[in-house]
């Protein structure tokens, strides 16, 4: 599976929209783009995942780049409990499903 | 719907005793998935059951850790004799199709500590 990599930390203010980047350059033309986030003490939660084309879902939008080597996950309207470390994974839709973490980006959404 | 719970959500043992974490995976999901986050490092894949086979087993540290799904149902993570660097959180996940699947759902965790 591709590398990512991801800032170490951020900040966004409460209600505001939080940008989160991710850098994939060595992404494969079947490699899906995943986010997950990780709530203090719970387990991973999924998010999003998008191929190519740009996703939206209730919880966050995905922008992918025309060539593919970086996307950003943007939660519209931040709430305190957006507040996580958010994984942006690349891997196969198929066979080998392992889920690759790196080290993520905390996210700190502040009142 | 319930979602995947794990037991126990905490064990603490000694060195040398033996610790079986259990899962139960969303009914219906034939794919169930363990990782683990030991102290200061990623989160990290273990294995994949496919029902109750094994699909991928690379992320096994040592024949220490067995891992069984009986009839494709839960399944138990079982470490023995328990060492030190075995301290961590479990987390164990579960999908629902072969060929399309995407979204992992993730239980709470078990924490594990070895003193």
């Known amino acids: 599976d591709a590398k990512t990599t991801q800032p170490t930390s951020m900040d966004c203010a409460e209600g505001r929209a939080a940008n989160l980047p991710c850098n994939h350059s060595?992404?494969?033309?079947?490699?899906?783009v995943y986010w997950y986030r990780q709530i203090h003490s719970q387990g991973p939660q999924y998010i999003i995942h998008g191929l190519k084309n740009n996703e939206t879902n209730e919880m966050a939008s995905l922008i992918i780049t025309e060539d593919r080597k970086s996307s950003t996950l943007i939660l519209p309207h931040a709430t305190l409990r957006d507040t996580a470390v958010y994984y942006c994974i690349v891997r196969v839709n198929f066979g080998n499903e392992k889920l690759t973490f790196g080290t993520g980006t905390r996210l700190t959404i502040i009142p | 719907e319930a979602g995947v719970t794990q037991f126990p959500s905490h064990s603490v043992i000694e060195k040398g005793q033996t610790v079986t974490l259990r899962c139960d995976p969303i009914?219906?999901?034939?794919?169930l998935y363990w990782y683990r986050r030991v102290m200061g490092k990623e989160i990290k894949f273990l294995l994949h059951f496919v029902k109750e086979s094994k699909q991928d087993e690379s992320g096994m540290p040592n024949n220490r850790f067995l891992a069984e799904r009986t009839g494709g149902t839960y399944s138990t993570l079982k470490v023995q004799p328990a060492e030190l660097e075995d301290s961590g959180v479990y987390f164990c996940a579960s999908s629902q199709d072969w060929t399309d699947s995407y979204e992992q759902y993730f239980g709470p965790g078990t924490r594990l500590t070895v003193t």
């Open positions: 009914s219906g999901h034939d794919n």
């Open positions: 060595t992404i494969s033309g079947n490699e899906y």
